[in-house]
């Protein structure tokens, strides 16, 4: 049986990817890098000094491991600006109804996220209370696919990991799901998260009967 839902935030949640590629675009341009939206799909899931890895990359650079962590300081200024003007409003589809659905039924729900700001993402859009654990990019060493951020959902949660129902929009992380033993629901595009159980547009897809039919796989 399925005990407990695991969400990613960026692209589950909310979309913050816009916000990211704002303040990496106009880090590369500093820099003389040309970085697309095209580009900015391979930032998705991972994590901030791996996603300016990936810039410098495309921009076929090389950098210190000091200045790289100054530079994504920089990025983070420019993006928690952004992130202080969140509101409810930019909650994706089906989000708050499939969550108080879930708390209604007894479910529990945490959060997987790369993000460093993860809480601060919730409590801006007043998804906190939903939220029974959160594991974010301060809690875990290994980033997505690993399946480490899932894993130590399930503990804090207090479930096991086929007990667990993950949603993500990356590759990477639901590779990390898997990889972890657990079924996921991808939300996105099927040709794009073909290894996922079943692929959703967005969580208004979403119900409790449907996450019962899952529990048949
Ligand atoms: P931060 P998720 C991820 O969130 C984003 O998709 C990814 O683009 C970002 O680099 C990463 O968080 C780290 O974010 O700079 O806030 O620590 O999809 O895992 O919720
Ligand atoms: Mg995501």
Redesign the pocket.
């Known amino acids: 049986t399925i005990k407990a839902c695991l969400f990613?935030?960026?692209?589950?949640l909310v979309d913050?990817?816009v916000y990211?590629f704002k303040a990496w675009h106009q880090l590369a341009q500093t820099m003389g890098i040309e970085f697309t939206e095209h580009d900015n799909e391979r930032?998705?899931?991972?994590?901030?000094v791996r996603?300016l890895e990936i810039i410098l990359e495309i921009g076929g650079k090389t950098m210190a491991q000091e200045q790289m962590l100054a530079l994504c300081e920089q990025k983070?200024k420019e993006?928690l600006e952004d992130v202080a003007k969140m509101t409810p409003e930019e909650i994706l589809p089906g989000v708050v109804d499939f969550l108080k659905a879930l708390k209604a039924e007894g479910y529990k729900i945490a959060l997987g996220?790369?993000?460093?700001?993860?809480q601060l993402i919730l409590e801006r859009t007043e998804l906190l209370p939903y939220f029974d654990a959160i594991i974010d990019?301060r809690h875990v060493v290994n980033g997505?696919p690993d399946p480490e951020v899932f894993l130590k959902g399930a503990e804090a949660l207090g479930v096991q990991p086929q007990e667990c129902l993950v949603f993500e929009?990356?590759v990477a992380?639901v590779e990390a799901a898997k990889n972890g033993g657990m079924r996921c629901v991808g939300v996105g595009q099927p040709d794009v998260l073909s290894q996922a159980d079943v692929v959703v547009k967005d969580l208004t897809e979403m119900s409790i009967s449907r996450l019962k039919e899952l529990e048949q796989i």
């Open positions: 990613d935030l960026d692209g589950v913050t990817a990211h930032l998705k899931g991972v994590s901030r996603s983070n993006y996220s790369a993000s460093k700001n993860a990019g997505k929009d990356a992380g």
